[in-house]
């Protein structure tokens, strides 16, 4: 079969409920948790350059391959690729392995931003000299973030559960604009601290000297992470969408936000980096420091915007959690033929047990490690680094040499109603500079950390 399955297949309520569904799962914890302390970790300015570039061409092109595969099958990952040709099936498998093991990590720092809300309440902010060495002791406790992370997944549980429009439509819609209004208010704040410069000088002056192998994969792996891209989320997301949509717009402009929100996010974190004498390369924990130390100078006020503040960022989170899961959800419904509901329950089961590993590793199993890093640690860097890249070389592979031309033609124009001017060079860049550029810096990179 030539993937062009008919099918009555759910679909999204409205163009803005995809919109926001889509940016929802792009817009998580990569934005505001991963991006500034990775961008720390590298170097600043340079890494926010190459990352920049890279979401606008390399993701871009990639969210509409996605996009384009998913509707066009109306199939999630594993379907998809499998209706074209069953030697493909491995890619979207892969695609739903990697979304089991962001699973394993993601929902422990979506515990500990739900756990946050409530510690905001309970005088984290009253002694802002400890707020660094709570978070230590609360990320290393054997107990309370495994108790944060299980009521986090059962959130997800019971959006994914309720199917597309109903859950994941809804939840998306109203909280991603309230996060992103918080965020911009936040950024004010930051900068106006005082030290404040230098902060902004770090994330946008470049200093090339830094740059390395690694730099660059790093930020190929960010970007792949904080679009959803590389595992088949956004093929399960397209494969809703209707016929009608403009697939070229949706992708670009769920890019461009995603994109600016992880700045928004720099501008909110490294100011006050600087003002309160942290290290840029403090790692995971950056966000949980340097928020609750911004607010804790403003009194009273401050306690409620740190409350709001973990709100939203919990639903940014939760609104990308969802679209893991659902993957995977999706993946069971279509090829197993699994209810929803049975579907729903058996991945989280697995993806607890594997998040209480994650979370002990970074306390009580710290000493317990997979070549050389910790169950935590292990996970984001083999899905962020090699998984979702080697995930999106097979999709461009996939899209540039599998699939006809004039089917992306058609698919991508709504059958001609649309004029998409970029078309060829879309399809340049997926079939020759995509894949050979992601296969360099995926080669280079490795070779990087491997010295
Ligand atoms: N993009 C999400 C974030 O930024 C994470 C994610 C990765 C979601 C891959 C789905 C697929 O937090």
Not at 26 to 47: C, D, M, S
Not at 287 to 294: E, H
Not at 405 to 426: P, V, Y
Request: charged share 10%; glycine share 12%; aromatic share 14%.
């Amino acid at each position: 079969m030539e993937g062009n399955q008919i099918k009555q297949r759910e679909n999204w309520g409205s163009r803005i409920g995809f919109l926001m569904a889509a940016a929802g799962s792009a817009v998580g914890l990569g934005n505001i948790w991963r991006f500034p302390y990775t961008a720390g970790e590298n170097g600043g300015g340079a890494f926010v350059i190459i990352y920049t570039i890279f979401a606008l061409i390399i993701g871009i092109s990639i969210m509409l391959a996605e996009f384009t595969v998913g509707r066009r099958t109306s199939l999630s990952a594993v379907g998809a690729y499998k209706s074209y040709s069953k030697k493909w099936t491995f890619a979207g498998a892969l695609g739903v392995l990697s979304a089991f093991f962001i699973m394993g990590f993601y929902p422990v720092v979506g515990g500990w931003s739900l756990a946050y809300v409530f510690k905001s309440f309970s005088g984290l902010l009253a002694n802002p000299e400890a707020i660094g060495t709570t978070f230590e002791a609360f990320m290393s406790n054997p107990i309370q973030p495994i108790i944060w992370m299980i009521i986090y997944l059962a959130l997800n549980v019971i959006i994914v559960a309720k199917g597309i429009s109903g859950g994941i439509e809804k939840a998306g819609k109203v909280l991603m604009p309230t996060l992103f209004v918080l965020l911009i208010f936040i950024s004010i704040r930051s900068i106006s601290l005082p030290g404040a410069s230098a902060g902004l000088e770090f994330l946008f002056k470049p200093d090339w000297s830094k740059v390395n192998g690694a730099t660059i994969l790093a930020a190929l792996g960010q970007a792949f992470f904080s679009l959803s891209l590389g595992m088949g989320c956004m093929i399960t997301y397209g494969s809703y969408l209707s016929k009608s949509e403009n697939l070229p717009s949706n992708a670009t402009i769920v890019t461009i936000l995603d994109t600016c929100i992880a700045i928004l996010a720099g501008i909110a974190i490294f100011p006050g980096v600087f003002a309160f004498g942290l290290e840029p390369t403090a790692g995971p924990g950056l966000v949980f420091v340097v928020v609750p130390s911004v607010f804790a100078e403003l009194g009273g006020a401050g306690v409620l915007f740190s409350v709001v503040f973990f709100i939203a960022f919990t639903v940014a989170a939760l609104t990308s959690s969802v679209s893991l899961l659902e993957v995977v959800t999706s993946y069971l419904i279509d090829q197993k033929n699994v209810p929803r509901k049975t579907g729903v329950t058996s991945a989280s089961i697995i993806m607890i047990a594997t998040s209480i590993l994650s979370s002990l590793s970074l306390g009580v199993m710290s000493g317990f490690k997979i070549f050389g890093a910790g169950i935590f640690d292990f996970l984001d860097i083999l899905t962020d680094k090699i998984f979702l890249a080697i995930g999106g070389m097979f999709i461009a592979i996939f899209t540039g040499w599998v699939i006809k031309k004039e089917d992306l033609k058609e698919e991508t124009t709504n059958g001609g109603k649309l004029k998409f001017s970029l078309f060829e060079a879309w399809y340049f860049l997926l079939k020759y500079v995509i894949p050979i550029l992601i296969f360099f810096v995926a080669l280079m990179g490795i070779f990087a950390i491997e010295q």
